[in-house]
């Protein structure tokens, strides 16, 4: 087979990664890419939205499956795209149709799902310019702190805690009037804070059968103890210790199921990833949001712990009997440490030489955001590289990890020394 990947991310590094060691893939193309999946496949220089490239693309050099790592172009209907063209319907896409991928397009839309299918929730309502007074009406009602999400697509930035009522007010105000994060913001659902530990539960679907892979947990703050301003994610951990048989059973008869059924009694195909956020509050989980795709860095610590064949798994998605196919599971522990550029979550320092790679002795390197510029691998990205280390026990992953991740350098290069020592 010949695969498609898009993005150009870390998340899409694993997957490259992972794909590449199928006897059942012959090429393996990513659009864009970063210099490290070149390593596995064929970067193509073409952006994740550029449909008709893409199209053009899989035409032309006989793609047989298309695998789409980020959110946007499946919120903007690249599986869409697909099945109304009479040269690519018959191409499966792994991810969802756009009105699927609302679940993450759409904090209001998803929302709306859990209601209707009683998935256990935080409590919630959203609000618009127009019904401003309402929502101020309606933040003393939740308790602190407060949680206001902006309905749409903001690269991960469009969530706010607010510890005082005064500053729910003025975020909200700022969110609505003056569009903080943008179109996104045109919506806010004003949510009520839960109290717990945070976790990843990933699925993978055809729209009927589904597999549990293993679960995550990713730390998103920028400084050590988890302070600090928010990012895209500095490194995760798999599985997630708490998350034992019994609270995954919970995970699965109260949030999965209601969720694959909720999708088939509502017409909505889907086929692909499903990233369900939960909190565990004493032992019970709660949904604190839906993606429609992996997460990243929670993908590099999951993927090397899946032993099956993952194209294999694909093709299960594809033809609807994922349900024939075998799942196997590592017992060890994957933990990922994320290198940084200097200055990020704000402007940060890029086009910096990084050298050591090759001193990493037992971790994965995946790539994130790094190019090739001759025979250097140059940092151009907030997140630069994710360092997963798989071994027989937390201590050891951790250590290993960040062990490897202190071999690699470049200007400016950050990353914490602290992931997964809540969990030790």
Known sequence: MNILILGSGGRESAFAWKLAQSPKCDKLFIAPGNAGTGQYGTNVNIKVTDFAGIKDFVLGNGIDMVLVGPEEPLVKGVHDYFLADEQLKSIPVIGPESEGAQLEGSKDFSKQFMERHNIPAAASRTFTRETLQEGFEYLPTIGLPIV??????????????????????????????????????????????????????????????????????????????????????????????????????????????????????????????????????????????????????????????????????????????????????????ATTVVCVAGGYPGEYLKDKAITGIENVRDSHVFHAGTTAVGDEVHATGGRVLAITSLQDNLFDALQQATADASRIYYDGVYFRKDIGFDLL
Do not use: H, W
């Open 148 to 333: 206001l999400k902006a309905d749409g697509l903001a690269a991960g930035k469009g969530v706010l805690i607010c510890l005082t009522l005064e500053e729910a007010k003025a975020e909200l105000a700022d969110m609505l009037t003056n569009a903080k994060f943008g179109a996104a913001s045109e919506k806010v659902v004003i949510e009520q804070f839960l109290q717990g530990i945070e976790l990843s539960v990933f699925v993978l679907t055809d729209g009927s059968n589904y597999k549990i892979l293993p679960s995550a947990k990713d730390y998103k703050r920028i400084g050590e103890g988890d302070t600090g301003l928010n990012t895209g994610g500095m490194g995760s951990v798999s599985p997630v210790p708490f998350a034992d048989a019994e609270f995954i059973s919970k995970v699965e008869q109260r949030v999965i199921i209601p969720t694959i059924e909720g999708l088939k009694a509502e017409n909505i195909s889907y086929k692909g990833f499903i990233f369900i956020g939960l909190m565990n509050c004493g032992g019970d989980p709660y949904m604190i949001e839906y993606n429609c795709r992996m997460g990243d860095p929670e993908t590099e610590s999951v993927l090397p712990r899946i032993e099956s064949d993952l194209v294999d798994l694909l093709l299960g998605v594809a033809e609807g009997n994922l349900n024939e196919k075998e799942l196997v599971i590592s017992n060890k522990i």
